[in-house]
Structures are given as C-alpha cells and as structure tokens.
C-alpha cells in the first residue's frame, strides 16, 4: 500500500503559481509544500521544482534590466524562406515582457551577423531573404526600456532540403510530413500505418541514386515514439506498392532487419532480424543511445548493415530486387499510429557512389 504522505514532485509550480504569482490564499498547498521541501523529482517530473519555480512575487511593475536571453528558438522551412519561433523573453526580477526583438544572421556559426529585422513586436520572424538550398544561422536578442539582452544561442536553418534532396509523402498518410535541415542533422515529421504489406505509408526524405552505391546514417534518439521505424531506403519509385530495399530499426523491441519488397505489389519481407542490445536498447523498449545503419547496392543485389559506432558494421542480409538503375535513396519516417506523427532525426548521412 503506497502511503497518501507520499506526494509526487509536482507541487512548487502550482503553489508559485497561484500563492505567489496571484495572491491566492491556498493554505493546504501550503502544508503539501512544507513537507516536501526541497521538492525531489520523480520519473515523469525530471526537475527540482524547490529550485525551478519557487520564488517571490515581483516588487516592481518596471524592469531594472534588460530581458533575459532568449531561449526555445525554433526554425521551420517554409515555400517562402525560414519561419522562426522563440519564446517570449522577460526580464527576471520584474516578469515585464520584452517590448522588442532584434534577429540577426550570418552565413557561418562564427561568421559576421547582420540585423535582418529589428522591431519585432512578437517572438516570430518570417526570413522570406533567402536562397533555396543554402544554410543560415540566426540569433535573436530582446530589448526594453532598460536595454538590450545577449544574443541567443546561434541556430542553424537550411532554406528548404539541400541541395540534391527532396521530401514527400509516399502513400495514403493522414497527416502530411514535412523534412527539415540544419547543416548536419535532417529531422522528419512523418505519419503513415507501416512500411511493410504490400504497400507503404510514410515520410520520405530523398535523391537520386545512379548505379550502385551507399547509403550510411546514423539514428539519433530520442525518437517521439516507440512505434516509430527508422531507417536508411532505396526505392525505384515514390509510388506506395514500388520495390524497395531498406534496413529500418524495427519497433518495439528494436531490431535491425533488411526489409525489402522484390517487384510491385509484392509483400514485404524482413530479413537478418537482429536485436539491438543493452544499452542501446532498455528493457526490449526504448532506443536509448544513437545507432548506425547503412545500406548497399551492388547491381540488383541490396545488403544491409548496422553498427554501435560507425565503425565496425554487422551484416544483416542480402536480398536481390527488380530495381530500375536510378533510384530514390534516403531517409524514411514512419509513425506507424493513425492520424498521429513522429519525430525521428538523423545525422551523419551520406550517399555514395561506385565512382566514389
């Protein structure tokens, strides 16, 4: 029997919230908070909230100095350039907003940055100053009456996939994906029921592939769901029954497999399914580290690898398919839950060819 004193770690928020903040009187909040100090964690609650969110309610209505840095800046690609995010900054001892921002970009992480927008009333920017295919790095800084915060951490946008790449939807998928890039990681959005039967739904990031060659990536966790199949892909067409070779990460208790469908229409078949081990994998459940996999073309001839570190690569299987000479090559996302996407990122990737 679990005793009703044993109080999760999630109280400091709410009683900052409503006794501090609002001057609400809440005297058995109060009590719970008394007997928890210093408020611990718990597995669903990662943070000390004693620390993080108990403090006192603001003595001045007027900042007495600048905002604090600006943090959660996100970029997201868009048909007319890169479209930013971040939170909205205050400043600390008073919690007045910010009244603006300033955003700034450079062509190199440790390059000159130049204002790009100035008096930015709202924590977005939409940057339509770009050119399609090249990377972008941006810092955002607010201001108010007292002066100006420190620039942000610098983040990196690519307008758009790089140069060579492409992403689409392959198959009847509920939600559309979308593919971004930021110099050295691409991150998918992807929905979509499987890649498997004898037709595929999912996010497809992609180039072309001529003749024989390679296909090497690295996944990076944590994915937004276990159901989640990642992986490296070559397939002859977009077309959702097109043959495909592909070695995926294979959900929920995480093996490596080639899976590929021979000719169109076809079923899939999984081949070399090989389990992921500790600690990569935590209790047959979760990727917990990143992992390497890699996929090869030799004529009609498709075998799969992975790997714990890039460097030494376990062979998986081969297969042969009827595949045309120029294929799509890349990086899948598939959420495998209805209506609903998932995240899955991947860095060191690279194609090769035979001439490489």
């Known amino acids: 029997t679990v005793s009703r004193g044993n109080f999760r770690p999630i109280f400091e928020q709410p009683y900052n919230h409503y006794a501090k ?40 209505t007027k900042p007495v100095a600048p905002p604090g ?29 910010a009244e603006h921002y300033i955003v700034q970009r450079a062509k190199q992480p440790n390059g000159v ?5 100035t008096e930015l009333s709202k924590p977005e920017f939409h940057d339509q100053s770009v050119e399609k295919g090249e990377l972008y790095f941006y810092t955002v ?18 307008a758009g996939m ?21 110099g050295t990681t ?26 024989d060659g390679v296909i090497t990536a690295r996944i990076v966790q944590p994915m937004s769901s276990q159901w989640s199949k990642p992986g490296v892909m070559m397939r002859a067409s977009l077309k959702s029954d097109s043959p495909h070779a592909s070695v995926l990460l294979l959900p929920p208790k995480w093996s490596g497999a080639l899976v590929y469908r021979d000719a169109s229409g076809k079923d899939t078949f999984a081949a ?31 075998t799969g690898f992975m790997s714990r570190d890039g460097t030494t690569w376990q062979k998986l299987a081969s297969a042969n398919a009827e595949m045309p000479d120029t294929l799509y090559v890349g990086l899948p996302a598939c959420s495998q839950l209805n209506h609903v996407t998932t995240r899955v990122t991947y860095d060191h990737v690279s194609v090769t060819t035979e001439a490489e």
């Not at 600006?70 to 970029?75: D, I």
């Not at 940055?113 to 927008?117: D, I, K, R």
């Not at 800084?141 to 690519?158: D, F, R």
């Open 21 to 60: 903040r609002r001057g609400l009187d809440t005297p058995n909040l109060a009590m719970v908070i008394a007997r928890q100090r210093p408020e611990g964690y718990g597995g669903d609650h990662p943070s000390y909230g004693t620390v993080t969110h108990a403090r006192s309610a603001p003595v001045s």
């Open 69 to 97: 840095i600006t943090a959660g800046l996100v970029a997201r690609s868009t048909d007319l350039g890169i479209r930013l995010t971040w939170v909205k900054s205050v400043e600390p001892v008073s919690c007045t907003d």
């Open 113 to 117: 940055y130049l204002p790009v927008a």
């Open 141 to 158: 800084s607010a201001v108010n009456g007292v002066g100006e915060s420190a620039p942000s951490w610098a983040l990196a946008a690519n």
């Open 162 to 182: 790089p140069k060579g790449w492409s992403a689409a939807d392959v198959g009847n998928v509920g939600v559309p994906g979308y593919s971004e890039f930021n």
């Open 186 to 211: 691409f991150s998918l959005e992807g929905e979509g029921s499987d890649v498997g039967g004898t037709a595929d739904e999912f996010h497809f990031a992609w180039k072309k592939l001529q003749g």
């Open 272 to 302: 070399g399914v090989t389990k992921i081990p500790e600690p990569f994998v935590i209790n047959e459940n979760r990727l917990m580290k990143p992992y390497w996999i890699r996929l090869t073309r030799t004529g009609s001839t498709f």
